[in-house]
């Protein structure tokens, strides 16, 4: 479901982030930082990260959902 969605992964040595889909690190046990070298173990992660995406994009939907209603306020008229 949300497999093509890119995740930012900190590198936890220098704070680069890497951008990867959800799927590639479904897939991938190990990721290599690209500004420093150093390899990130994703295996012990791998089901954070995800949960923190799937978070972050819950929260995004909740704040448009907030933010159309609020506009559909405004729109009324005052007595
Ligand atoms: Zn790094």
Do not use: Y
């Not at 704070?15 to 070298?37: A, F, M, P, Q, Y």
């Not at 704040?63 to 559909?72: G, P, T």
């Amino acid at each position: 479901m949300f497999d093509n969605e890119e995740i930012d992964i900190p590198c936890p040595e220098c704070g680069h982030e890497i951008s990867k889909t959800v799927d590639w690190v479904k897939t991938n046990d190990e990721l290599s930082c690209k500004r420093c070298g150093s390899v990130i173990e994703l295996e012990n992660e791998r089901h954070l990260l995800i949960i923190e995406h799937v978070t972050q994009s819950i929260t995004k939907l909740r704040r448009s959902l907030a933010k159309s209603r609020k506009d559909a306020r405004g729109t009324r008229r005052p007595r």
